[in-house]
């Protein structure tokens, strides 16, 4: 019996200076969003033109916020049986929290864009030539 208290006295005297650190701080996850587009035949450049002047400007806005980390964007260079897609956007984004900040969104849409029916008008004509679209949300994954 007393070499089974010495053990767990001794175990737990090892113990309290592990459970007394601080826990190692958690990164917060940052989604990564890759939007796909698929452009009816022949309107690329047109649907290009509309995303860079209505839609990419409030994107970088939100980058220079810092909600937004990073933009790329990308469109294929050879088709070899695929893609099924014209464009793709990816966005990381700082957090979930920046993700779903709709409200910072449409502020930005509101002062980069006083006349909005003009936008509003523009945005639905980049998505009646837009045939096709998806959004995969995904986290990187660590590897040990």
């Known amino acids: 019996m007393p070499r089974v208290l ?4 001794l175990i737990a005297a090892l113990a309290v200076p592990l459970l007394s650190r601080p826990a190692p701080p958690e990164t917060p996850l940052q989604p ?4 796909y587009y698929q452009l009816a035949p022949g ?3 047109e649907w290009f033109a509309l995303y860079t002047k209505e839609h990419l400007p ?3 806005e939100r980058q220079k916020l810092g909600s937004i980390q990073r933009i790329v964007i990308y469109r294929p260079f050879l088709h070899q ?3 099924a897609w014209d464009y793709k956007v990816i966005l ?3 957090d979930f929290t920046a993700l779903g900040n709709r409200a910072e969104q449409e ?3 509101r002062r980069l864009y006083p006349d909005s029916d003009a936008h509003r008008r523009a945005e639905q004509r980049r998505w009646e030539i837009t045939a096709r679209h998806w959004d995969n949300i995904m986290t990187e994954v660590d590897v040990p």
């Not at 010495?6 to 006295?9: A, T």
């Not at 990564?32 to 939007?35: F, G, I, L, N, T």
């Open 6 to 9: 010495l053990s767990s006295l």
């Open 32 to 35: 990564v969003v890759e939007s």
């Open 43 to 45: 309107k690329a450049e």
């Open 58 to 60: 409030i994107l970088r």
């Open 81 to 83: 049986g695929g893609p």
């Open 92 to 94: 990381v984004y700082r």
């Open 107 to 109: 502020a930005i849409e």
